[in-house]
C-alpha cells in the first residue's frame, strides 16, 4: 500500500463531525479499521476507512452507499451491526460498525490449529445463521474466510 493512498487519520481526528479517531485497530488492502468515538453517544466504534483510490470512482462510491444501506437493514445477532456509513472530510468512504471484542477465527485457527469437532460445528453454523438472514434481504457476503469470522467474547 503506497503512502499516498493510505487514509490518513490520526487519533484525535474527527470524522464526518461525529467519529473521534481513538487509534488503528488494523490496515488491509482496502483500507484501515479505526476505533473511535461516537461524539454524540460516547459509544465506542470501529470505523472502517476505504483508501482513496477506492472511494474517488463514482461507481465505487454510488455501489458502496448502495450495499451499506442495504446491509445496514440486517439486524442479526451473528453479523456485525453497521451503524452509519458516509464520507470524510478528505473524501474516503467509511463505514461504522459495532465495536466487537474477540478475535478472528484466523487468529485463533494460526494460534491453536484445529478446533474440536463440537466447536467448528457451533462456528459454522453461527456463520451459516448469519448468511441465511442476510441472503432474506437478498445480500450476497463474496468473501467468507476465517479472516472475515470474528469470534466474540
Known amino acids: 500500500m503506497s503512502q499516498a493512498s493510505k487514509p490518513r487519520l490520526n487519533k484525535g481526528d474527527v470524522v464526518a463531525q461525529r467519529y473521534r479517531i481513538d487509534g488503528v485497530v488494523g490496515r488491509g488492502g482496502f483500507g484501515a479499521v479505526y476505533r473511535a468515538t461516537q461524539l454524540d453517544s460516547g459509544r465506542s466504534v470501529a470505523l472502517k476507512v476505504l483508501l482513496k483510490n477506492f472511494s474517488s470512482s463514482k461507481v465505487d462510491s454510488k455501489r458502496f452507499q ?78 467468507i474466510k476465517p479472516a472475515n469470522i470474528f469470534l466474540c467474547q
Open 66 to 143: 448502495r450495499e451499506a444501506a442495504m446491509v445496514q437493514k440486517l439486524h442479526h445477532r451473528n453479523v456485525v451491526e453497521i451503524l452509519d456509513f458516509g464520507q470524510t472530510q478528505g473524501g474516503e468512504l467509511f463505514i461504522a460498525f459495532e465495536l466487537l471484542e474477540g478475535q478472528a477465527l484466523s487468529k485463533v485457527l494460526k494460534d491453536v490449529g484445529s478446533l474440536p469437532l463440537y466447536r467448528a460445528g457451533e462456528i459454522a453454523r453461527d456463520v451459516l445463521l448469519g448468511l441465511e438472514a442476510a441472503h432474506h434481504l437478498g445480500i450476497i457476503h463474496r468473501d
